[in-house]
């Protein structure tokens, strides 16, 4: 069984302001290679914004359930939390919603709150690196979100790599620390897995048994640096905390999977991460 926990759809506000779709913006220069760009392979249904052919890709490739994963950072991206609502409805029993939260916003504990409690999400998804100002995982103005997520008893996605924030103290995983160590009850799921700051992130996960990882594109694209670390990480003390996720429209569901399960994880660890991990995470 497959449980991917980080799908965005090619579904209104996901396709239109989402930032998602359209692949990233590369350079003629021929010293930069963009690391996202290279190598991947055509995604159909995310090229054409076509639902059809998007459920059609999941079922060719096994997924059985899906996280569907929102944004909200401003001129970063933004997806509507009732289109994830909408979503979620062609099969609740697929498909687990997590709210973007700018936590910049007046609003943000509201939008905890009605995403959470009046519409069953799991949980919230931050990108704070991207919001406007940029933020580090620990700011306390964060501090009322977590606290009624954590009172709601949902679950913080939270992004955290190279690519987010002015510089590379935004992605330093002590950030998380803090946040893990201030909320122990609260499980943290750290997407794109803290790269490339990965030997501190796995430390803190060693430390923290609230926070799980999720390396995604950082694990299965060949020749990531240091993407053998997670996998020893989840043949050992991290077996039940390491979760698959594609990351979907990073690249297509097919070269994602085939990319995870080409690394050398050990038998019964690699089934955890890509079903049972997540399931046990979300009480199913």
Wanted: charged share 20%; with cysteine; hydrophobic share 35%.
């Amino acid at each position: 069984m497959l449980f991917d926990f980080r799908i965005r759809p090619p579904f209104k506000s996901f396709f239109t302001t989402g930032g998602m779709f359209g692949g990233h913006q590369g350079s003629h220069d021929p010293a930069y290679i963009d690391p996202y760009e290279t190598g991947k392979d055509p995604i159909p249904s995310a090229d054409k914004g076509d639902m059809d052919l998007f459920f059609q890709e999941m079922e060719m490739n096994g997924i059985d359930k899906a996280g569907i994963i929102g944004r909200n950072c401003g001129p970063n991206g933004f997806v509507d939390n009732a289109d994830i609502y909408e979503f979620i409805q062609k099969d609740p029993n697929r498909f687990f919603g997590f709210a973007g939260i700018d936590p910049n916003s007046p609003s943000a504990v509201d939008e905890v709150t009605r995403c959470i409690k009046d519409w069953g999400f799991r949980g919230i998804s931050l990108e704070v690196g991207w919001c406007d100002p940029a933020l580090k995982p620990d700011d306390p103005i964060i501090d009322p979100v977590y606290e009624k997520v954590n009172e709601l008893g949902g679950i913080t996605l939270i992004s955290l790599s190279f690519c987010y924030g002015p510089d590379l103290t935004y992605s330093d995983p002590i950030t998380i620390q803090h946040v893990a160590k201030k909320y122990p009850d609260m499980k943290i799921c750290v997407s794109h897995g803290g790269w490339p700051q990965v030997q501190s992130m796995l430390a803190v996960a060693m430390r923290c048994p609230n926070v799980y990882l999720m390396p995604d594109c950082y694990l299965y694209i060949p020749g990531w640096p240091y993407a053998q670390d997670y996998v020893k990480a989840a043949n050992t003390f991290l077996k039940y905390r390491t979760l698959y996720a594609s990351a979907y429209p990073l690249r297509g569901f097919a070269q994602c999977y085939k990319g995870w399960c080409s690394q050398p994880f050990d038998p019964d660890a690699l089934k955890v991460n890509l079903y049972d991990n997540a399931a046990r995470l979300l009480g199913l």
